[in-house]
């Protein structure tokens, strides 16, 4: 049998103290990296947040001419009245009916309509306050990552907070519009701050109070009967603070706001190996009097690449045409009858409102 081998007592060493002091290196090393994460972290301070932001929201309730009503969320733009708002939350009274604001100061303030656009849902209306204004200050764009603050009054719960991050940049999204059409947001940004009904038309906030967003519509998702899940189910989409800037600066100058106009009707073409992401664009449609047809683009010609992007989506026709004014020029690469072609748009006038499914 053999013995076990035993260590000679001058090679054994007391590992302890060593193995102590890795031990505390460790722990303090883990410490510091937990700290240097969450130092870099940006932390926003709520409160700090809501006491900013919050006296530049209003609710704003909807009565239209036929009895219906309903509410939504705004921000003050100026010291003058121009409230900012979402152009659904206001359709039903745009023809007859009533909007009244909210303050969270307990004012109530018969609003007038200045303008909106149908196009892209935003809309100013606008009030004689009976106390000073504080306009919403705009901030800079978000970063995906960034903590924001969904500001309004969902469900009609007024001065209401939520927060959350920017979960993605750059989503294009459709909202029911007027007459049965829909509007579309483009470079939407992504957000899992609670939206929900009567949050449209706020504040989407970042940690300084700032404006960097317009809370327009939240997803929605149903169970396995297919009945919608009630509240937020944490993914809603704002539209940015620069276009909402731009369109109200428009719609307070003018009243209304024009957009680019290609003058074709489209559909979506899958000519690769994806069945459901679109490759090209197929002319349904190009009116003899229409900007596509000056340039000489016909129906059944496939539209391959706009201003140099490839085509990856059934909406980019439309997000030019809204992002464009007329009068801009558009590289459009096509094909007709298999030879690859290009031609420069110059762009239109955008009839209001288009139809769905042209630009």
Known sequence: MTEPVQSSPRHQRDWSPLLVAVLVLGIVAVVASVGWARSSVRRCDANSVAETAMPSVVTIYVQSSTGGGGNGSGQFLDTEGHILTNNHVISAAATGGTITVLRPNGEELPATLVGRDIQTDLAVISVTPKSAVT?????????????????????????????????????????????????????????????????????????????????????????????????????????????????????????????????????????GDSAINPDALYVVAAPPAGPGAAAGLRRADVITALDGEAVTSADQLQEISLNKQPGATVQVDFERAGVAQTTTVTLGRQPDPALPGTG
């Open 135 to 271: 306009p919403i200050e705009f901030g800079p764009a978000p970063d995906v990552g960034d903590q924001v603050f969904a500001i309004g009054a969902p469900l009609g719960l007024t001065d209401t907070i939520t927060a959350g991050v920017v979960s993605a940049l750059g989503r294009s999204a459709r909202v029911p519009a007027d007459n049965n059409t829909t509007a579309l947001l483009t470079s939407a940004i992504q957000t899992d701050a609670s939206i929900n009904p009567g949050n449209s038309g706020g504040t989407l906030a970042d940690c300084r109070g700032r404006l960097v967003g317009v809370p327009t519509a939240g997803a929605t998702a149903s169970d396995s009967r297919g009945v919608p899940v009630a509240g937020s189910i944490g993914l809603g989409f704002a539209i940015p603070a620069d276009t909402a800037q731009t369109i109200a600066d428009k719609l307070i100058a003018d009243g209304r706001v024009v957009h680019g106009y290609f003058g074709l009707a489209v559909v979506p073409l899958s000519r």
